[in-house]
């Protein structure tokens, strides 16, 4: 059985930053894609960043250089280091995995398990 679990979210004033969390069980980030993506009210989920087995990653635009995304392969653990967070955030950050070594989409349909999610809200 699969389990993704996120944690770290909470609110922040702009500027701040947070680090997320995906604790994962049942699946292995050494041999799968990771990926964290959000949704925020009345919008569709997006990718935010990927990050493969070879170490190759994806940031959407709206958070270069702010959001970096990295692994521990020894607790099997994905993180997402959120810095000079916006109001533009605020969202539920979702972690994901796709079966596969490289990160061939960034489509959330494409990713074969999720996480619960965690909130994470940026005031201004």
């Known amino acids: 059985q699969v389990q993704l679990v996120e944690s770290g979210g909470g609110s922040v004033q702009a500027g701040g930053s947070l680090r997320l969390s995906c604790a994962a069980s049942?699946?292995?980030?050494?041999?799968?894609?990771g990926g964290w993506f959000r949704r925020a009210p009345g919008k569709e989920r997006e990718a935010v960043a990927t990050?493969?087995?070879?170490?190759?990653?994806y940031y959407a635009d709206s958070v270069k250089e702010r959001f970096t995304i990295s692994k521990d392969s020894a607790k099997n653990t994905l993180y997402l280091q959120m810095n000079s967070l916006k109001p533009e955030d605020t969202a539920r950050y979702y972690c994901?995995?796709?079966?596969?070594?490289?990160?061939?989409?960034?489509?959330?349909?494409?990713?074969?398990?999720w996480g619960q999610g965690t909130q994470v809200t940026v005031s201004s």
């Open positions: 049942g699946v292995s980030f050494g041999t799968s894609c």
């Open positions: 994901a995995s796709l079966a596969t070594y490289t990160c061939d989409s960034t489509s959330a349909r494409s990713y074969n398990y």
């Open positions: 990050l493969d087995i070879y170490g190759g990653t």
